[in-house]
């Protein structure tokens, strides 16, 4: 099968375009957010092929993969052919609403020519979908080639653009931690973290930005922290906490949307409280037999519900459903 999709979030797209087809990937001369390519900092497969806007009319494509609403449009203008209409399209809903929740419509919603497919149970309940088709697919990684160690007592964070989006992100919260241990910040946009803190006034703040680091060498350097961080209010579920709790890293969490589900008391610590939370950053900061002890639940769990097999043979089912239907 020759799936068109955009390279959009750059995890997701690594598991996803380690399946059995040829997956077809607009890139642009400038490499923007509607032709970025293959990925640069991810390891992806030779089944994932450049594909210039130009050239998709004389390309083969059974299913068009959309992950934002002006895709639509777009696929149209360089296909010359209506996703959902004259080929089927799958749209993949990555993020929680945003808004009048939980009363946001979604933009795909009460359409009767794509499925609506979540990449979590939460964000399905809290769309509001109208009469459009769902489905969900959990996510699935690619497994890290490292396992925790945690000789440094010091916590990680992954997240992206937390200066700009801040109160989403919890870097508000950060202070609070690093007081109990030095943070470690990876991601795009964390460049001026430090910075931006002292500026919101917590000045000297232990906090530092690790900036675009590609993932398998982001991933060594997490296994070394001694437990992952994640301090995100309103996100659907980081794929870069599935990736931690794969290494074998304990977690601490805010108890909000998905992660409620996905991280299993015995894997980490999660509350809505964030002084017992700072409380658990202390004491597995202290403790590192406690913390491997959480961190090989966490690894146990995640091999076994994220698994990548799991994840695109999901995609598998629904995809050759869809290509079904619309012959």
């Given at each position: 099968?020759?799936?068109?999709?955009?390279?959009?979030?750059?995890?997701?797209?690594?598991?996803?375009?380690?399946?059995?087809?040829?997956?077809?990937?607009?890139?642009?001369?400038?490499?923007?957010?509607?032709?970025?390519?293959?990925?640069?900092?991810?390891?992806?497969?030779?089944?994932?092929?450049?594909?210039?806007?130009?050239?998709?009319?004389?390309?083969?494509?059974?299913?068009?993969?959309?992950?934002?609403?002006?895709?639509?449009?777009?696929?149209?203008?360089?296909?010359?052919?209506?996703?959902?209409?004259?080929?089927?399209?799958?749209?993949?809903?990555?993020?929680?609403?945003?808004?009048?929740?939980?009363?946001?419509?979604?933009?795909?919603?009460?359409?009767?020519?794509?499925?609506?497919?979540?990449?979590?149970?939460?964000?399905e309940l809290f769309w509001d979908n109208g009469?459009?088709?769902?489905?969900?697919?959990?996510?699935?990684?690619?497994?890290?080639?490292?396992?925790?160690?945690?000789?440094?007592?010091?916590?990680?964070?992954?997240?992206?653009?937390?200066?700009?989006?801040?109160?989403?992100?919890?870097?508000?919260?950060?202070?609070?931690?690093?007081?109990?241990?030095?943070?470690?910040?990876?991601?795009?946009?964390?460049?001026?973290?430090?910075?931006?803190?002292?500026?919101?006034?917590?000045?000297?703040?232990?906090?530092?930005?690790?900036?675009?680091?590609?993932?398998?060498?982001?991933?060594?350097?997490?296994?070394?922290?001694?437990?992952?961080?994640?301090?995100?209010?309103?996100?659907?579920?980081?794929?870069?906490?599935?990736?931690?709790?794969?290494?074998?890293?304990?977690?601490?969490?805010?108890?909000?949307t998905e992660a409620v589900d996905a991280v299993?008391?015995?894997?980490?610590?999660?509350?809505?409280?964030?002084?017992?939370?700072?409380?658990?950053?202390?004491?597995?900061?202290?403790?590192?037999?406690?913390?491997?002890?959480?961190?090989?639940?966490?690894?146990?769990?995640?091999?076994?519900?994220?698994?990548?097999?799991?994840?695109?043979?999901?995609?598998?089912?629904?995809?050759?459903?869809?290509?079904?239907?619309?012959?």
């Amino acid at each position: 099968m020759n799936v068109l999709l955009w390279h959009v979030h750059g995890s997701w797209t690594t598991s996803f375009v380690h399946g059995r087809h040829r997956y077809l990937v607009p890139v642009t001369p400038d490499r923007g957010p509607y032709g970025l390519g293959r990925a640069r900092t991810y390891d992806w497969p030779a089944n994932a092929v450049e594909v210039a806007p130009q050239k998709l009319r004389q390309a083969e494509v059974d299913l068009v993969i959309l992950q934002r609403p002006e895709e639509l449009e777009l696929a149209e203008q360089w296909l010359g052919r209506r996703p959902g209409r004259d080929l089927p399209a799958i749209y993949v809903e990555h993020n929680t609403p945003k808004g009048d929740v939980p009363n946001t419509r979604h933009p795909m919603a009460d359409r009767d020519d794509l499925l609506l497919t979540h990449v979590t149970h939460f964000n399905e309940l809290f769309w509001d979908n109208g009469a459009t088709r769902t489905a969900v697919v959990e996510h699935g990684i690619v497994p890290p080639t490292v396992e925790w160690t945690g000789e440094l007592d010091r916590l990680a964070v992954v997240t992206n653009e937390p200066v700009r989006r801040w109160r989403v992100t919890g870097t508000d919260l950060m202070p609070r931690f690093a007081a109990v241990a030095p943070l470690d910040v990876y991601g795009m946009g964390v460049a001026g973290l430090p910075e931006a803190l002292a500026a919101a006034g917590a000045p000297g703040v232990p906090v530092t930005g690790h900036e675009d680091v590609p993932q398998g060498r982001m991933h060594t350097e997490l296994a070394r922290r001694r437990a992952y961080l994640h301090l995100c209010r309103w996100t659907s579920l980081g794929l870069s906490l599935i990736e931690a709790m794969t290494i074998g890293m304990p977690v601490i969490a805010l108890a909000t949307t998905e992660a409620v589900d996905a991280v299993p008391p015995d894997a980490g610590v999660l509350s809505t409280r964030v002084d017992s939370l700072v409380e658990a950053a202390r004491w597995l900061a202290k403790d590192r037999d406690a913390a491997y002890r959480l961190g090989a639940r966490a690894r146990e769990v995640t091999k076994e519900r994220f698994g990548l097999d799991r994840f695109l043979a999901d995609w598998d089912r629904l995809m050759e459903g869809e290509t079904c239907a619309s012959r």
